[in-house]
């Protein structure tokens, strides 16, 4: 049937592990004797974004959000996690995984009657009439954006506000914004951006904040994959749950997330801190091989007779990173090439409660999240949480 069909694809489950390989989104129409089946999924990476909304008596699918508002601007749509896909039968059942939960947000304030609408412009118009205000009052609004990219991007200082979707590659390089949007963002959000101020009154898709200097960014709703990615400096909050690759090559910087997460959690990093609300499995963490392949690495070791069955069966039962290094000593460094990161060492987790200098730390991060938002939390009661705290490998030199 149809999901055999897309397991196969995406998981390499059937004959000869074949599968779609690379970054791929799919939308197709599978014949059955009962009539047609249409379906969409995205490779299990999400190195191609799709948004699925689903309605009374319609599925939208596109590769972005703006796209499926322009089909039907009552839709809602929400990302497909990587791995993801969405197949309706004939009869009107739909099958999903790897979809974002439906969130609400507060409703938004009415745009000042002097704002400038974007269903009317082009980008460039757009960005144009935005650099206008900024350059006159310090302040610039626009309201019905449908998928804009690049919107202000390389500009500051100032306020701006956005009503509506804001498209890929927006709040770029942006230098001394202070910005509220009111809506969702797609992807590639703020990337390299420097003493700015962002509040997203919705989602956001992968890669927000990539190679952010400075400033905050502040998400009401879920994020897709990368988030944070090659972050230098700033801090990062998420009110929702985020995708995969959270801080991925991080050199510094704060991210706190305080709903669910998902793989590869800091895989490459070398700097700053990651808080995550709750307990994150260690197997979630960094890029890390299938067990059962370090399990036949470290079997054939000994085998090889490079280590003692001792060394092998303490191997074995080890949990973690740092307990397979204290087995296998200086061998270690031979099982290490399986997650690639001999010259980056691998990220430091822990499950625990927070130190006093983090408790500090958080409260003031979160305080200044709510003020940032105007949308109320319990700091208190998120303070006497544990959290996965994540930072970067200890190097040796």
Do not use: C
Not at 231 to 255: N, P, S
Not at 335 to 348: I, R
Request: aromatic residues 8%; glycine residues 12%.
């Amino acid at each position: 049937n149809a999901r055999d069909i897309v397991e196969i694809l995406v998981e390499g489950r059937g004959p000869r592990w074949a599968r779609l390989d690379g970054p791929h989104a799919v939308v197709f129409i599978h014949g059955e004797p009962q009539g047609p089946v249409f379906g969409a999924f995205v490779d299990r990476h999400h190195l191609r974004p799709l948004y699925v909304a689903v309605t009374e008596d319609r599925v939208y699918t596109a590769s972005e959000a703006a796209a499926v508002k322009a089909m039907d601007p009552r839709a809602r749509p929400r990302l497909l996690r990587g791995g993801g896909y969405v197949i309706v039968y004939p009869d009107g059942e739909i099958e999903v995984r790897g979809l974002t939960e439906a969130k609400m947000f507060p409703e938004p304030p009415k745009p000042p009657a002097w704002a400038v609408d974007a269903s009317r412009m082009s980008r460039t118009e757009l960005n144009q009439a935005l650099a206008a205000m900024l350059e006159r009052t310090g302040y610039a609004a626009a309201y019905n954006l449908r998928g804009h990219r690049y919107v202000a991007n390389g500009l500051g200082p100032g306020r701006l506000e956005l009503w509506g979707t804001v498209g890929n590659a927006s709040l770029n390089v942006a230098s001394g914004l202070d910005v509220k949007i009111y809506g969702d963002a797609q992807e590639d959000l703020g990337d390299s951006m420097e003493d700015s101020k962002v509040v997203v009154y919705g989602n956001v898709g992968d890669a927000a904040g990539q190679a952010m200097r400075s400033g905050e960014l502040h998400i009401l709703g879920d994020a897709g994959n990368r988030l944070g990615i090659q972050m230098k400096g700033g801090v990062i909050v998420v009110r929702g749950d985020t995708g995969d690759y959270l801080g991925e090559f991080m050199a510094g910087g704060t991210i706190v997330v305080l709903g669910r997460v998902g793989r590869y959690i800091a895989t490459g990093m070398v700097g700053g801190k990651i808080y995550i609300r709750g307990h994150v499995p260690l197997s979630h963490i960094g890029k890390a091989p299938p067990r059962s392949q370090v399990e036949r690495y470290i079997k054939a070791m000994a085998h090889r007779g490079e280590i003692t069955m001792e060394q092998m069966y303490q191997a074995l039962q080890s949990q973690t990173v740092d307990e397979l290094r204290r087995a296998l000593g200086g061998k270690f460094d031979r099982l290490a090439k399986l997650w690639g990161v001999l010259h980056v060492g691998y990220p430091q987790a822990e499950y625990r409660y927070l130190r006093g200098d983090e408790v500090e730390e958080l409260e003031k991060i979160l305080r200044a999240h709510i003020e940032s938002t105007g949308i109320k939390l319990d700091v208190g009661e998120l303070l006497e949480y544990k959290y996965t705290v994540i930072t970067a490998a200890k190097m040796k030199h």
